[in-house]
């Protein structure tokens, strides 16, 4: 991470000091995120009120280490090889290519991750009731509802609008979530073309290929990366007047048109009450993978009626939060 953002964000007046003085012993976690702390604020503002129902507050009894790849997840080995050799007494991985990381440099440091898919499929655990090793954490089933937030994008379009898939190839989600959308979509007769993007160049490329295939609406990945380049994407779709479908609210509040999926930020108390219990002797092998049960549906109105689309009646009223 930037030295920087460090300093402007958590500096000696921020609400989570960085560290203490090396006179007092305490445990370390090691955090590693895939974006940066300014993309991210909202969670770990989430993980450090889960600390302190854990009984942990940083500077106080806990110090934090962060390493930000911001997006460039060829980063991580590195990052996960020096939290490594810090000797850091837990690591918190957030995403699927950082706990692949994470957990490829260390087989004895334990670990809490947090993800938005299934990580027996990745290999990350043995299985959700008995992770095993020295690895568990939290899952989100945020890739798993891919064809919910298709389906509700549908019930806001027009019948025969064609539809685009934006996913990131370095995510290990990546092709798994190509393949179940693919067959989503055949089943409900939905055309669905597909756009890969890792880097801004690609995003780019990818929108200017968008009016040649019609596509009136589009279905981001859930992906760190792309969630990062949120202002991006949205700002991209406002210009070909695209409607938006994300797995959190942030780009919906950034002018996207809705979003569906688990809370991230609840998902990353429980990921440090895990964390908490882990620093006061519990093995990870012994804590169940918690899957988050909680969902939730936000719908910007002002970007519907700027694109010339009616929201039906029955999804605002169960939508949790109704941008107008």
């Excluded at 002018?255 to 219990?277: K, N, P, V």
């Excluded at 049960?293 to 939508?319: Q, S």
Aim: charged letters at 20%; proline letters at 7%; aromatic letters at 8%.
């Amino acid at each position: 991470m930037k030295r920087r953002e460090f300093l402007i964000l958590f500096g000696a007046a921020a609400a989570y000091p960085f560290a203490a003085s090396a006179q007092v012993p305490m445990p370390v976690i090691g955090f590693i995120g895939v974006t940066s702390l300014e993309e991210w604020k909202r969670y770990v503002d989430a993980f450090h009120r889960g600390l302190q129902e854990a009984g942990f507050v940083a500077g106080r009894n806990v110090a934090l280490e962060y390493r930000w790849a911001e997006g460039r997840y060829d980063q991580l080995p590195a990052m996960a090889a020096d939290l490594v050799g810090r000797k850091v007494n837990v690591i918190v991985a957030v995403a699927p290519p950082a706990a692949q990381a994470v957990k490829a440099a260390t087989r004895t440091i334990p670990t809490v991750f947090f993800m938005g898919s299934d990580p027996v499929k990745l290999g990350i655990v043995a299985s959700l009731n008995r992770p095993g090793g020295n690895v568990t954490g939290v899952s989100m089933l945020a890739n798993q509802v891919g064809p919910k937030r298709l389906q509700l994008l549908r019930e806001i379009m027009q019948a025969g609008t064609a539809f685009a898939l934006l996913v990131n190839p370095t995510n290990p989600n990546a092709e798994p979530d190509v393949a179940e959308m693919r067959t989503a979509a055949g089943t409900m007769g939905q055309p669905l073309a597909v756009a890969k993007a890792s880097t801004d160049a690609d995003i780019d490329a990818a929108f200017a290929g968008f009016p040649q295939q019609r596509i009136g609406a589009l279905l981001v990945n859930p992906d760190p990366f792309l969630l990062g380049r949120r202002d991006r994407i949205v700002a991209l779709a406002g210009r070909h007047r695209m409607a938006t479908i994300f797995h959190t609210p942030e780009p919906v509040l950034a002018g996207g048109l809705m979003s569906y999926g688990s809370s991230f930020a609840e998902g990353h108390r429980e990921a440090c009450i895990y964390t908490g219990r882990i620093l006061k002797g519990e093995k990870p092998a012994d804590l169940p993978v918690m899957q988050s049960a909680k969902f939730e549906t936000v719908i910007n109105l002002k970007t519907a009626k700027a694109l010339g689309l009616e929201v039906p009646a029955k999804l605002l009223f169960t939508a949790d939060e109704v941008i107008e």
